[in-house]
């Protein structure tokens, strides 16, 4: 966006499309599995409709997966190596250094912060709800490491540490209504493909590493989000989701990568390019974000 040019207030109208109807759709299906219920008489019917989501998911996860084989396909099978290389997509990995995270650090106004977020919130798969899905029969050190890392987010048993009320909370005092029916379609894909990764287990390791990326991913982009936020007045205890994890994921990551995907490696080497798809489907799925907040913003 130029200096000097109008910014834009509200996202721009776009019509209907494939995307948008087949995520709306997954976005239910997620809804329909995860929220808990009581028991109906019509249970055979909820098999039904929810055997025919996961078909419309699966094909859904393995285009996502053909998009990124031939990459992941050259990740290294020995453990260091393969941790090397994936420590790179920090730099090189799709939708790495976009120009939206600097764009809302420092020139963003609070309608187009606050479009943003809505996006976000709208999108957020709950990476404590990840992680207890990812970790069921994974081996010992993964298992581990997930289960440290769930702790994390569940505040160490203290419900005011717990990250998802973080994030709801600042929802709340910004006055968001993060709805499904205004979400762009990339934002829930997003969280489709993480929700789809972690509860289906023949892709039990593509979502050790489309969780470990994020936490690799996050902390540059959480910080100027944080920094954007203050900028614009938002007080201390209402950004801290932002603040906290631009710090805190900088540890997760390095024990995520030492404890989790190293041992799985070097146990299995086979699993690299499973593990490589995940991270690259997840970096893939956040650079389409990017690229259409950007659109939407005008920037």
């Avoid at 995860?34 to 055997?51: G, N, R, V």
């Avoid at 290294?76 to 250094?97: K, S, Y």
């Avoid at 489709?192 to 990326?213: C, E, F, I, K, Q």
Wanted: glycine share 8%; with cysteine; aromatic share 8%.
């Amino acid at each position: 966006m130029p200096d000097g040019s109008t910014r834009a207030t509200a996202p721009t109208s776009h019509a209907p499309t494939t995307h948008d109807h087949l995520h709306r759709e997954l976005a239910a299906l997620n809804a329909r599995r995860f929220t808990p219920s009581l028991p109906s008489s019509m249970w055979e019917d909820d098999i039904d409709i929810l055997a025919e989501g996961m078909r419309l998911e699966g094909r859904f996860l393995e285009m996502s997966r053909a998009r990124v084989a031939e990459r992941a396909a050259g990740a290294p099978r020995d453990a260091d190596q393969f941790v090397a290389w994936f420590e790179e997509l920090d730099l090189g990995g799709p939708g790495q250094g976009d120009p939206l995270f600097p764009f809302l650090a420092e020139r963003a106004d609070m309608a187009e912060m606050c479009w943003f977020l809505t996006q976000e919130v709208a999108g957020e798969a709950g990476f404590d709800d990840l992680c207890a899905l990812t970790q069921i029969r994974l081996e010992e050190a993964a298992k581990l490491e997930i289960a440290r890392n769930y702790w994390d987010e569940m505040g160490r048993g203290n419900p005011k540490g717990m990250h998802g009320p973080m994030l709801e909370a600042l929802a709340k005092s910004l006055g968001l209504v993060p709805q499904v029916e205004t979400t762009v379609w990339e934002s829930l894909a997003l969280a489709n493909t993480m929700a789809g990764l972690a509860a289906n287990r023949r892709y039990a390791y593509h979502s050790v590493g489309a969780m470990g990326v994020i936490e690799q991913t996050a902390p540059g982009r959480a910080r100027l989000v944080a920094d954007g936020l203050k900028r614009l007045g938002v007080r201390s205890a209402d950004r801290h989701y932002f603040d906290l994890h631009a710090v805190l994921d900088i540890k997760h990551s390095a024990a995520w990568n030492a404890d989790a995907i190293h041992p799985l490696v070097r146990a299995r080497p086979e699993l690299a390019p499973a593990i490589a798809e995940g991270a690259l489907m997840r970096l893939e799925c956040g650079a389409a974000c990017f690229r259409r907040y950007r659109s939407e913003l005008r920037i």
